[in-house]
């Protein structure tokens, strides 16, 4: 399994724009589609984005549609969330996530498909 790092997690108020960064241990990086999750307190687990392996493809919950985006650099062993506009309703700890089979060609968005986890950072939105 691919072992996960992210960051770039903070304090910002809202209508601001973070960057999280999820880096990727290993050199099986570019065979794993990833997602970005997150969980609120108090409240379970929620996709967030997700994208395939090539980053041709690319898929987001309708809350964050428009405002964030998921990206991926193959070189560095790197995926990317981009948010923008934050909203104080997306305070969490955001988790990126990896494709618990190898080439999968597609996207995947279901949380029991992704087997590797990070351990998650803080973000928090002040309204």
């Known amino acids: 399994q691919v072992q996960l790092v992210e960051s770039g997690g903070g304090l910002v108020q809202a209508g ?36 395939s392996r090539s980053g041709t493809f690319t898929h987001y919950a309708d809350s964050v549609k428009g405002r964030f985006t998921i990206s991926r650099d193959n070189a560095k062993n790197t995926a990317f969330l981009q948010m923008n506009s934050l909203k104080s309703e997306d305070t969490a700890v955001y988790y990126c996530a990896a494709d618990r089979i190898l080439r999968r060609a597609v996207v995947i968005t279901t949380e029991s498909d992704f087997g590797s986890w990070g351990q998650g950072t803080q973000v928090t939105v002040s309204s």
Do not use: D
């Open 16 to 51: 601001a724009s973070l960057r999280l960064s999820c880096a990727a241990s290993g050199h099986t990086f570019s065979m794993h589609a990833m997602g970005w999750f997150r969980q609120a307190p108090g409240k379970e687990r929620e996709f967030v984005a997700a994208i």
